[in-house]
Nanobody, 128 residues
């Protein structure tokens, strides 16, 4: 079983920055591809960014390219989402999720259904 805990959310003004963290614990016999998703009230949970088990491959939704950066520190079992130049439309609950993948693979996925384990989310509120 794999357990994920997000943190770092909160209120911020438009143009500001936040860094979300996702701590991963539990046993696995493989690497873990990791994704960040977000969900606004009444909307679907949408893909934001993903990173491969090795950290050498990333992918982003178009809306956040150039503003958000996903990274990971496997020694600390932690992934991050650095969010700069935040906009009111970034307001959402942000979730991290993982799925097994070979340790050295460059596997990333934008698909919510590909991910097996999810955190409880951290809320980000951007005011104008």
């Amino acid at each position: 079983q794999v357990h994920l805990v997000e943190s770092g959310g909160g209120p911020v003004q438009a143009g500001g920055s936040l860094r979300l963290s996702c701590v991963v614990s539990g046993r696995t016999n493989s690497g873990l591809a990791l994704g960040w998703f977000r969900q606004s009230p009444g909307k679907e949970r949408d893909f934001v960014a993903s990173i491969s088990p090795s950290g050498d491959s990333t992918d982003y939704t178009e809306d956040v390219k150039g503003r958000f950066t996903i990274s990971r520190d496997n020694a600390k079992n932690t992934a991050y989402l650095q969010m700069n130049n935040l906009k009111p439309e970034d307001t959402a609950v942000y979730y991290c999720a993982v799925r097994p993948a070979p340790f050295r693979s460059s596997y990333v996925s934008t698909q919510r259904l590909d991910y097996r384990y999810w955190g409880q989310g951290t809320r980000v509120t951007v005011s104008s």
